[in-house]
């Protein structure tokens, strides 16, 4: 017998042991009508159910469509910007590379393999840093201990600050490193080869700094020599003579063999004044014709200086 | 600890009470909201059990064992060996007073020895997280709390609780449970099927529902319930509303229908419904349905075998069944089902007490937390063991 049956006869019965018919009929009923209701609210809220369910089907695939179609337009751009960032990166006059957080590389161009001479299995993505110090330590570093420099380099490295540094190569060259960290824990560093700035910046100082036709000090060096002597007199009691020399009738020399002779002369005059002193003593052109020594003096100042003033004076009037 | 079982209806009366149960600890009593309005049946129970805290309210359906019951008051008494009891009853005016009103009950409860309190409050004017909430905190963790609702039938007009004292409206009863003899365990489950889309909860506030995906929810509870509408809010049972936080989506509630505003739309539930929370309907099957009060079942007889391995249950055990109304609306005369399989579960020789409710107490199945629950079977176990029982 059906359980839910056995309970409604159960409820039916009387204590007498009959059945009260009417509540067992309306037991029956109920038991009907309830089922009725459950199928036809199953049936409802599946149909219900299914509706919302495609309708939100549609709303994913066009949400999927649009995703798609923004994802392939997004590939699309970033697939143009990298060819844009790889021209600039090939380009750029720097040599550039990119490590990770485990020191591996992730980018580098043509121009860093250049400056140092690596060759593209050396400098493969993933290459850990210390193998490609390692290589450049070979290759065209300065002639510092290789490992003491990779160590060096490797702490620097991992102090995860900016910094920037010079380095001169085996070959003469100067390198500039400016290293940066970036967030993910890996960096950035541009590498530029400073060599012909550097020597420019030589021969500006050079110039700047003396006499262009006889290569004797200018007047800003006397200057500056006449104030660090004057300090060590002050500070030291260092005494120091100074002489101021020009050449008699040398407009005349101009006027009748003309200036190219004129220069020679002052060229000659200068070889002959820095023979006559010593190398820490200084001499410097003021212009024209005029010249000027200046000397640390040695024992009685005095006598020293006319030493000095005689033996200038006899080089210079010996004949040409 | 001992147990027994009484009844009282309209035709026969008061059973007689076994003469050695006079003197009962503890006395739960449940039944149809009419037959407790008149506080006669509670001054009856009181001139049988002198010494007893009587705790009882109003139901949408009394269990007693494997039947469930509409025109009787199902009653146990209850004699502890070692075990003590304190009963505590507050008003709770409103739903925005549930909290403090928690935490009035459990501070008049609270103690070191303190091990379960089992809750009975009115069903309609209390929001029961809240409530639960109050309480857990007053009392604080390791105390487990246990209960229901009072239920109204199908009609959500009235509903009545009390402890020690008649039945009444906005009343919230409970009783502690203290020493270390007492072993309560605890199970709660649903076996409700999810169904059909989740939605976000687009618009509440506290436990009253505006708004699924910026749509009214009452629009989305007529189209499903077609017909049945008219039955609002009782046929909205038959849809349980399954919620979670994203963020914690294996921490799941379901909650339960309790009023409906056809003006603004809004429906009001048993407990929270917050913003932003996942919502999802739920169906019953009646075989899951039994199913889910059987794992309750498991889950507290496990539960009361767990809290010591060592101890040995002296005398008799109580289970204490609280179902939600939702379940017997929707499985009809097929309702004795789950009452079968909790006994089956629980074995026999363990008397079943217990309503059919408008919301039911208990921890957590995952989190452990004390908490409403809604569309549950409910099952708190309570015994007392030997060692300290003195049995």
């Not at chain 1, 993910?184 to 541009?190: E, L, M, Q, R, S």
């Not at chain 1, 003033?309 to 040409?320: C, D, E, F, H, S």
């Not at chain 2, 857990?136 to 609702?149: C, D, E, P, Q, R």
């Not at chain 2, 009214?216 to 499903?224: G, I, K, M, T």
């Amino acid at each position: 017998m059906h359980k839910l049956l056995a309970r409604q006869l159960a409820k039916a019965a009387k204590d007498s042991g009959e059945f009260d018919l009417q509540a067992l009929l309306r037991l029956v009923c109920e038991a009907y009508q309830q089922s009725d209701n459950d199928r036809r609210r199953t049936d409802r809220s599946i149909s219900l159910m299914i509706g919302e369910l495609e309708q939100l089907n549609h709303g994913l695939d066009r949400l999927v469509q649009e995703r798609t179609a923004g994802l392939l337009q997004r590939e699309t751009e970033l697939q143009a910007q990298n060819l844009r960032f790889d021209a600039a990166l090939e380009n750029m006059p720097h040599g550039l590379c990119m490590f990770d957080r485990q020191e591996r590389l992730i980018v580098c161009n043509e121009r860093y393999r250049e400056m140092y001479g690596l060759t593209p299995d050396q400098t493969k993505l993933g290459s850990t840093i210390r193998s490609i110090l390692e290589a450049r330590v070979a290759t065209c570093n300065g002639l510092e201990n290789a490992e003491t420099y990779v160590e060096q380099r490797l702490a620097e490295i991992r102090k995860y600050e900016p910094y920037y540094t010079e380095k001169a190569m085996r070959d003469g060259r100067t390198f500039a490193v400016n290293h940066r960290p970036m967030r993910d824990g890996g960096w950035v560093a541009i590498h530029q080869d400073i060599t012909a700035q550097r020597r420019a910046e030589m021969q500006i100082t050079y110039i700047a700094r003396h006499d262009g036709l006889t290569g004797l000090a200018n007047r800003a060096v006397l200057r500056e020599k006449i104030e660090g002597a004057s300090a060590r007199l002050h500070r030291d009691g260092n005494p120091f003579a100074i002489f101021m020399l020009d050449l008699d009738l040398f407009k005349t020399v101009n006027d009748s063999f003309g200036h190219p002779v004129g220069d020679e002369l002052l060229k000659l005059v200068a070889a002959r004044l820095a023979a006559c002193v010593r190398r820490t003593d200084a001499i410097a052109r003021l212009g024209g014709d005029e010249f000027a020594i200046l000397t640390a003096a040695e024992g009685d100042q005095g006598e020293a200086a006319v030493a000095v003033a005689n033996r200038l004076v006899k080089a210079v009037t010996a004949p040409l | 600890m001992r147990v027994t079982q009484l009844s009282w209806s309209e035709a026969a009366g008061w059973g007689v009470v076994p003469t050695d149960f006079i003197h009962a600890d503890l006395v739960f009593f449940f039944g149809g909201r009419q037959a407790l309005a008149c506080g006669a049946r509670y001054r009856e129970l009181r001139a049988m059990f002198p010494d007893a805290h009587i705790l009882g309210c109003s139901t949408g359906g009394q269990i007693r064992n494997d039947d469930v019951i509409d025109n009787e008051i199902a009653v146990a008494a209850i004699t502890f060996a070692a075990t003590t009891l304190r009963a505590a009853c507050e008003q709770a005016a409103s739903p925005d007073s549930s909290r403090s009103c928690g935490e009035l009950i459990g501070k008049a409860l609270a103690a070191a020895d303190l091990v379960g309190i089992f809750v009975l409050s009115d069903g309609l004017s209390v929001n029961g997280s809240e409530l639960v909430a109050g309480i857990a905190a007053a009392v604080g963790k390791g105390v487990s709390v246990t209960g229901g609702l009072a239920g109204d039938g199908a009609d959500f007009r009235q509903t009545l609780a009390g402890a020690d004292r008649p039945p009444h409206e906005q009343m919230v009863a409970a009783v502690g449970f203290y020493g270390p003899a007492i072993r309560i365990g605890h199970g709660s489950a649903g076996g409700w099927d999810e169904f059909g889309p989740r939605r976000c909860i687009t618009r509440s506030q506290g436990n009253m529902l505006f708004e699924f995906d910026g749509e009214p929810a009452l629009d989305l509870y007529e189209r499903y319930l077609g017909d049945e509408a008219r039955g609002l809010p009782g046929s909205g049972l038959l849809f349980p509303l399954r919620i979670f936080d994203p963020e914690r989506p294996d921490h799941d509630i379901v909650r339960t229908i309790l009023a409906v505003d056809r003006d603004t739309r809004s429906m009001t539930f048993a407990g929270d419904v917050p913003e932003g929370w996942t919502a999802q309907l739920m169906r019953g099957n009646f075989d899951r349905l039994a199913a889910g009060a059987a794992m309750a079942a498991r889950q507290a007889a496990v539960g009361l075998r767990k809290s010591h391995a060592s101890d040995q249950i002296a005398g008799d055990q109580i289970a204490i069944l609280v179902s939600c109304i939702g379940r017997r609306l929707l499985m009809g005369q097929y309702t004795a089902d789950e009452l079968e399989a909790v006994g089956a579960e629980l074995g026999p020789g363990i008397p079943r007490l217990g309503f059919y409710s408008y919301g039911e107490i208990s921890p957590h199945r995952v989190s452990g937390v004390c908490e409403l629950h809604n569309q549950t079977m409910t099952v708190t176990t309570i015994a007392e063991t030997l060692d300290h029982a003195g049995a």
